[in-house]
């Protein structure tokens, strides 16, 4: 049972990423990121790792994604135009992320072991907490400078349009 509502679960969540992808509509593009961001909440959950949920809920799907809304709203931006003829490179591009997908879905489906399993760990912020602060501080503090990085790239590129 717990296994088809998991398969539920992550078919909505592929469904409405790849709505939020395609859709001309800026709204409807965020309103679909809402939905896959609750189902990968709900994925967290099903397995096992209650804290990781709630903080998704949180700080994805509650925060970010109503900021999201409240500017595309308040911009009113106009649907976009789709271009007329794909670019070459992305056709080529498509196909290789697409078999690449492929291969990683029979991959799953029969059993091939890409990489060893993960150590399992407890889903408590305190559990979480330990790891951060004791064997992965590097890779938590590089990532924290990726995104202070990304933040004044973003800035950048805002003050040169104005």
């Known amino acids: ?10 078919v909505v969540g592929i469904v409405s990423a790849v709505v939020a992808m395609s859709h001309r509509s800026p709204v409807v593009n965020v309103l679909s990121l809402v939905v ?5 909440a709900a994925s967290y959950a099903l397995l096992g790792a209650e804290f990781l949920a709630a903080a998704q809920i949180l ?7 109503v900021l999201f809304l409240f500017v ?3 911009l009113n ?15 080529a591009v498509g196909l290789l992320l697409a ?14 072991e890409v990489v060893a399993p993960a150590a399992r760990v407890s889903g408590d912020a305190r559990a979480i907490g330990r790891l951060l602060v004791g064997p992965y501080i590097f890779a938590f503090e590089f990532i924290s400078v990726v995104l202070l990085a990304a933040l004044v790239g973003a800035l950048v590129l805002v003050k040169r349009k104005h």
């Open 72 to 74: 595309v709203m308040l």
């Open 77 to 91: 931006a106009p649907e976009e135009q789709r271009p007329k003829e794909p670019r070459p490179f992305q056709r």
């Open 59 to 65: 700080i994805y799907a509650g925060a970010i994604l």
């Open 1 to 10: 049972m717990a296994a088809a509502v998991f398969l539920v679960v992550v």
């Open 99 to 112: 078999l690449l997908a492929g291969v990683g879905g029979v991959a799953v489906l029969i059993g091939i």
């Open 36 to 40: 896959t961001l609750f189902c990968v």
